[in-house]
């Protein structure tokens, strides 16, 4: 069973830092790309990062390019999401997701997902 598990959510204030995981495990994710997404209260799900196991290559929507860094521990099956400089603005469920697909930005070209976790940026 293909499992994805979120941690490290949480509250903070605004031009602070939190550090998301996102466990992997039920399959070999070598050919997939590993993403974050993000929701907030009657917004829609958004596109924030990937990055593709096979080579590292990475992806940021402009609206965190600069803060967001994603990156992956291939023998933990792990994929992190280091979040700087935090806005208010960034207040959302934060989601991982797996997709077969290089190189995409759309939600339902991910066919894994995990639960989310929470987070809260203060002003």
């Known amino acids: 069973q293909v499992q994805l598990a979120e941690s490290g959510g949480g509250l903070v204030q605004a031009g602070g830092s939190l550090r998301l995981s996102c466990a992997a495990s039920?399959?070999?994710?070598?050919?997939?790309?590993m993403g974050w997404f993000r929701q907030a209260p009657g917004k829609e799900r958004e596109f924030v990062t990937f990055?593709?196991?096979?080579?590292?290559?990475?992806y940021y929507a402009d609206s965190v390019k600069g803060r967001f860094t994603i990156s992956g521990d291939n023998a933990e099956n792990t994929v992190y999401l280091q979040m700087n400089s935090l806005k208010p603005e960034d207040t959302a469920v934060y989601y991982c997701a797996a997709s077969p697909s290089y190189g995409t930005t759309k939600a339902s070209a991910y066919n894994y997902w995990g639960q989310g976790t929470q987070v809260t940026v203060s002003s």
């Open positions: 990055i593709a196991w096979d080579d590292g290559s990475t």
């Open positions: 039920g399959r070999t994710f070598s050919n997939y790309v």
